[in-house]
Structures are given as structure tokens and as C-alpha cells.
T-cell receptor, first 115, second 111 residues
């Protein structure tokens, strides 16, 4: 099993450009998440999908959109990139249910630089 | 007040010693607690989860939870240079599907 995979691993964008970060998991998890990690800030939740067909905003959703394509895949889109979106982006998945949260497993990350 | 707070470190310990990491959280309704290890340039890796008060041991790692005092700790016994990493505390405050992460404590094990 590959676990959680992400593409691309690295990306450099110019301000105003758009791009989509891809994430897939093969653990049959219902829930998937997108985080960003900045120095000294810890991991912050951007969007999550509790189950196929649903998405919800996290702590820092502005400037991002997501699509839960199917149970395996969850993509994050930057419509008009800004330098403030320079960060490391992690996708995660879990078996979380409505009564509580279980362990989240992370992908390898995408290092994005916006110039 | 941040939801989850950790000492930022760095915490330097000699090889073979015990490394002790602490984490406090603000929401008394928190139910699930996790410790992740993150090597430089890599993604977080789950090492421990704990859901009830007391100690939970897994190999050289022990997680301790005290809900009354709102803290969770991680002990690393017989520390090895390979334990040098940043350790992230994560807490679920009862809101479904969401984890709050601390900023992490960086541990350096010196040979």
C-alpha cells in the first residue's frame, strides 16, 4: 500500500497563477484533509472532507477550493496564487466518524513557492 | 490563548537519556490526543495515540494523559540520535473531524 500520495512534490508559481494539488489514498478512509505548515505556526487545516460528496472549511480556507473527486481522491486548488500561500501543503486521511476522530495519516507534502 | 501549546525547545538530551515533552490544551471537551514525529523536510508520522487518562506505552515511547490538568506528555526512553526530530502534539476538541496541532518541540539527541 502506498498510503497517502501527493503530486507534485515541488512547485514554483508566479503571483496570479493557478494550480491544483492532487492527493490520493489507498487505505479506504472516509475522511480526507488539507493542511498547510508554516514555520512556527504548526499545521493549520484548510479544508476537509468528512466523506465522499462532502467538503467543509477549516481554519484557513480563504484563497483555496477543494474537490472530493471520489473516495480515494481529494484535490486542492489555488485559483490566483499569492506570496502568502508559500508553504508546505500536506494531505491526510483518517477513518474519523461522527462520534470522534481517529488517527490521521499524512502524505509526503508539496512544497509551494509563490513569487 | 492557543488551543494547543508546546514548549518550542530545542530540547537537547544525551544519548540514552529520557526526553520529556509536554503539551497543554485549552478545551476541556477534548477527547483524542496524538503525538506525531516529523523529521526535517518530511511529513508528520503518527507515533502515539491516547484517549483515556493514564499512561500508554509503546516500545520506548510512553504517552501520559491527565484530562483534569489538561495536559498530555510524551516520554522517550533510551533516546537515540534517530529520535532527533520535531514532535507535534495534536488534540481533537470534540468537534468532529478536526485536529488542532501545537507548533512542535524540536528534540536533539547528542551522541
Amino acid at each position: 500500500n502506498a498510503g497517502v500520495t501527493q503530486t507534485p512534490k515541488f512547485q514554483v508559481l508566479k503571483t496570479g497563477q493557478s494550480m491544483t494539488l492532487q492527493c490520493a489514498q489507498d487505505m479506504n478512509h472516509n475522511s480526507m484533509y488539507w493542511y498547510r505548515q508554516d514555520p512556527g505556526m504548526g499545521l493549520r487545516l484548510i479544508y476537509y472532507s468528512a466523506s465522499e460528496g462532502t467538503t467543509d472549511k477549516g481554519e484557513v480556507p480563504n484563497g483555496y477550493n477543494v474537490s472530493r473527486l471520489n473516495k480515494r481522491e481529494f484535490s486542492l486548488r489555488l485559483e490566483s496564487a499569492a506570496p502568502s500561500q508559500t508553504s508546505v501543503y500536506f494531505c491526510a486521511s483518517s477513518e474519523a466518524g461522527s462520534s470522534g476522530i481517529r488517527e490521521q495519516y499524512f502524505g509526503p507534502g508539496t512544497r509551494l513557492t509563490v513569487t | 490563548q492557543k488551543e494547543v501549546e508546546q514548549n518550542s525547545g530545542p530540547l537537547s538530551v544525551p544519548e540514552g537519556a529520557i526526553a520529556s515533552l509536554n503539551c497543554t490544551y485549552s478545551d476541556r471537551g477534548s477527547q483524542s490526543f496524538f503525538w506525531y514525529r516529523q523529521y526535517s523536510g518530511k511529513s508528520p508520522e503518527l507515533i502515539m495515540s491516547i484517549y483515556s487518562n493514564g499512561d500508554k506505552e509503546d516500545g520506548r515511547f510512553t504517552a501520559q494523559l491527565n484530562k483534569a490538568s489538561q495536559y498530555v506528555s510524551l516520554l522517550i526512553r533510551d533516546s537515540q540520535p534517530s529520535d532527533s526530530a520535531t514532535y507535534l502534539c495534536a488534540v481533537n476538541n470534540g468537534e468532529a473531524y478536526k485536529l488542532s496541532f501545537g507548533a512542535g518541540t524540536t528534540v536533539t539527541v547528542r551522541a
